[in-house]
């Protein structure tokens, strides 16, 4: 018995030693890796203060390599993920934050022709409005993935985005931070679309998408603005097919009047009639196919897709922000 206890000591002292060389060994390796990074960014004519202020402090980030894993779920459909993705909990945050933010968001939603439910909405998917926002060194973290390899070009591009904020003076080390896959702030920017999107939504000359409402409203609005939004129309609608309805024409090249939708037997969900508007070409989509839900969507929706390209995304925002629009905040 005491042998076979000195031997499985030994075992695990030699697991432990094996697995510190290892650590010790990859950490050598990354270090390498950001002198690369390192000489890459003065070859791109970052200057020696902030290659000095910046390189020294890029630590490995394990948990972005282990959140980086492709991992296998389940199947699911919409009327399996809108309840997960949307619980009652979140529309009552979101109703709560609409209703505590309002005359802030009117202003930013004037300013850039986007209807402020779907702001928060978007904010709400992404981030639980803020809950969701983790504290994670973007630099550390954005090193450490495209050292992982599995999507080096796409990371080293957002490592130099993120570079970059830190060159201009918008923020410091220490404040630029993400969860463990490189997403920022309250919107979840990614480094390179903070660069091209983030907003000074109040003036005082700087973009925080973490903490600042105007700049976060700000920003999340100028990226749907920028992605074509229309002020004067919603997203979408749920609709009802026929039985024999051609689930090929669910197809986001394809577009038809709602005349042309409604003579193919589509109607509204509650199986009146389709709006009778000529000035409208919209698309159908199927997410679950034929015997999944379908919508009749409208250019909005397009907008939600350039933020994020999946349709339970687009849905999920579309859901909550009618949510928030009914019953009517008071």
């Given amino acids: 018995m005491v042998l076979g206890k000195q031997i499985l000591a030994l075992a695990c002292s030699l697991s432990f030693l094996s697995s510190a060389m290892a650590d010790t060994e990859n950490q050598a390796t990354f270090s390498d890796y950001v002198a690369e990074l390192k000489q890459d960014a003065i070859d791109k004519g970052f200057s020696q203060q902030t ?40 529309v009552d945050l979101a109703r709560a ?55 080096e070009a796409h990371f080293r591009k957002e490592f130099f985005a993120a570079l970059k904020i830190i060159e201009q003076g918008d923020l410091a080390f220490s404040e630029l931070k993400a969860t463990s896959t490189g997403l920022m702030g309250l919107p979840q920017f990614l480094p390179s679309v903070y660069v091209a999107y983030a907003q000074d939504g109040d003036g005082d000359g700087l973009k925080d998408i973490w903490s600042n409402n105007s700049d976060v409203f700000a920003s999340a ?35 038809k009047s709602f005349n042309e939708w409604q003579a193919l037997g589509v109607r509204r969900f509650d199986g009146s009639d389709l709006p009778k508007r000529e000035d409208m070409q919209i698309s159908m989509v199927m997410p679950d ?28 925002v579309a859901y909550l922000s009618e949510r928030i629009k009914y019953p009517p905040i008071i």
């Fill in 97 to 151: 934050f609409y209703k505590q933010h309002y005359t802030e968001l009117e202003k930013i939603g004037e300013r850039y022709g986007v209807q402020p439910r779907f702001i928060v909405a978007l904010l709400g998917i992404e981030s639980n409005l803020g809950q969701d926002a983790s504290g994670y060194p973007v630099l550390s973290v954005t090193a450490s993935l495209a050292y992982e390899g599995g999507r």
């Fill in 51 to 90: 290659i000095d202020d910046v390189f020294p402090k890029i630590k490995m980030f394990k948990k972005a390599l282990v959140a980086n894993k492709e991992t296998t779920e389940a199947p699911v459909t919409l009327e399996t993920y809108l309840p997960q993705v949307v619980p009652q909990t979140k």
């Fill in 221 to 255: 609005a100028y990226y749907l603005q920028q992605a074509g939004w229309k002020a004067s129309e919603t997203w979408g609608r749920q609709v009802k097919v026929p039985l024999e309805f051609e689930s090929s024409l669910a197809d986001l090249s394809i577009k």
């Fill in 289 to 316: 196919g034929i015997t999944g839900r379908s919508y009749l969507i409208y250019d909005n929706y397009r907008g939600l897709l350039q933020w994020s390209d999946s349709d339970y995304f687009a849905i999920s």
